[in-house]
């Protein structure tokens, strides 16, 4: 009797878990940014597959105070947005009809959160790359920065594909 109900305690939690865990999108690393050849930061997205997206964004704040207000950035109130997209860091594509804060620049000593989702049930996932000014100025040519990395455009590619 004792071994059944610790048994069923444990698939109890277990069950909780997959139901409460299954409401929850999934951050994978489908965003990253790269050093134009002008030096311009620009940003890769690469939602999986033919999967539409909404609502990208870029925040930005000083570094050492991770909720306090974004000081640099933009958001997109778009939805069934669809198709890889490279465009710079801070001019999103203009149909997209970004809002824009603060400056539109890498500012020095700050964090910044590029981000987009695809929410459907049971498929839900968010884009995401984070990083500092420092992290990407400090980028070789043909390098870009994802998953807390520098790596190569093709390594990028393959792991956004392998993370779908």
């Known amino acids: 009797m004792r071994r059944t109900r610790g048994t069923a305690a444990v698939l109890g939690t277990a069950a909780g878990a ?7 999108a999934v951050d994978l690393p489908l965003a990253g940014v790269r050093l134009g050849a002008d030096g311009v930061p620009q940003a890769l997205i690469r939602p999986c597959g033919d999967d ?3 609502s ?14 974004v000081t640099a950035g933009w958001d997109v109130r778009k939805e069934k947005l669809s198709g890889d997209a490279e465009f710079p860091l801070f001019s999103p594509p203009a149909a997209w009809k970004a ?3 603060g400056e ?7 964090h ?10 049971g498929d839900s996932y ?7 000014t420092e992290q990407i100025t400090a980028l070789k040519p043909g390098r870009v920065w994802a998953d807390d990395k520098a790596m190569s455009l093709g390594e ?3 792991l956004a594909e392998d993370s779908c």
């Open 112 to 121: 910044y959160s590029l981000t987009f989702g695809h929410y459907i049930t």
């Open 52 to 54: 539409s997206y909404r």
């Open 56 to 69: 990208p964004s870029l925040d930005g704040w000083a570094r050492g105070i991770d909720e306090g207000p």
């Open 126 to 132: 968010n884009g995401v790359v984070e990083f500092s």
């Open 104 to 110: 539109q620049r890498l500012l020095p000593k700050h």
């Open 156 to 158: 990028f590619e393959k």
């Open 18 to 24: 997959l139901l409460l865990g299954g409401c929850t």
């Open 99 to 101: 809002r824009h804060r």
